[in-house]
């Protein structure tokens, strides 16, 4: 049985998964906070294994995604959401009593 081998994470990627900007990333790629590998002057790879230890050593580094309520009243992350052309933040207690009734 041959053990299955995940893709390496861009820029992108990471910065998705900590909710954060993907210059931000670069920075800590290039300061030594993220070990990733440089593959050309802007682009860098990170192993998804190595992503999740950091992600559980680092919890203060992911950024909680605001959630979102749909037209059909469904909660869901703001990049997830398959109608996000319809969202409405949900932000503060006084909206969030408002758009449940």
Same mark, same amino acid.
């Given at each position: ?6 893709l390496p994470? @861009?820029?992108h990627n990471?910065a998705l998964?900590?909710?954060r #900007?993907?210059?931000t990333?670069r920075?800590w790629a290039?300061?030594?906070k ?6 050309d002057?802007?682009s860098w ?10 992600q559980? =050593?680092h919890p ?6 605001p ?6 009243? @469904?909660t869901?992350? =703001?990049e997830?959401?398959p109608?996000w052309q319809y969202?409405?933040?949900?932000n503060? #207690? @006084?909206?969030q009593?408002?758009?449940t009734?």
């Amino acid at each position: 049985m041959k053990a299955t081998r995940q893709l390496p994470l @861009t820029v992108h990627n990471v910065a998705l998964r900590l909710n954060r #900007p993907e210059r931000t990333v670069r920075h800590w790629a290039k300061t030594g906070k993220l070990r990733g590998f440089k593959i050309d002057k802007k682009s860098w790879l990170f192993t998804p294994e190595y992503m999740e230890v950091w992600q559980a =050593l680092h919890p203060e580094a992911t950024k909680p995604r605001p959630s979102v309520v749909c037209k059909g009243d @469904t909660t869901h992350q =703001l990049e997830a959401s398959p109608c996000w052309q319809y969202v409405e933040f949900t932000n503060s #207690p @006084t909206q969030q009593q408002e758009s449940t009734k």
